[in-house]
């Protein structure tokens, strides 16, 4: 996993309630026609997520962990930000650019990573 310094960000599909956070997962195929997320795990690892976390008894209202479209770095997936306060709330996933680190993105997450970005999403600090 490759992360931009400190992170933040459960399972379901919910809306978030203030001061909650979000983790965007981007579920992205392109079936064969280039690299992509869903190519790389990231539907399998979504559901892990979610499963940790209603296993572990994180409510969405703590951490909600949904899928969302490309993050625009696709060769590094899968990719995930992690969001908190106002930007927890929208339905869309925060700007990624290419080259600038971002507190919160993870890429290249690998299944055994699971937790520890979970951890991080809930726990770190993210615009
Ligand atoms: S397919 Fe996931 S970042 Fe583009």
Redesign the pocket.
């Known amino acids: 996993m490759k992360a931009g310094k400190k992170k933040q960000g459960s399972a379901g599909d919910t809306a978030a309630a203030p001061g909650s956070r979000t983790l965007f997962v981007?579920?992205?195929?392109?079936n064969g026609k280039g690299?992509?997320?869903?190519?790389?795990g990231?539907r399998a690892l979504l559901k892990d997520m979610q499963a940790i976390l209603a296993g572990e008894g994180i409510a969405p209202s703590e951490l909600l962990v949904r899928p969302c479209?490309?993050?625009?770095?696709?060769?590094?997936?899968?990719?995930l930000v992690a969001a908190a306060g106002a930007a927890a709330l929208n339905r869309k996933p925060p700007k990624?650019k290419k080259g600038k680190k971002r507190l919160g993105v993870y890429t290249q997450v690998e299944p055994d990573e699971a937790r520890l970005v979970l951890r991080d999403a809930l726990l770190g600090e993210h615009g």
């Open positions: 981007c579920v992205r195929d392109r690299a992509s997320c869903a190519g790389s990231a479209g490309c993050l625009g770095l696709c060769k590094q997936g899968p990719v990624v």
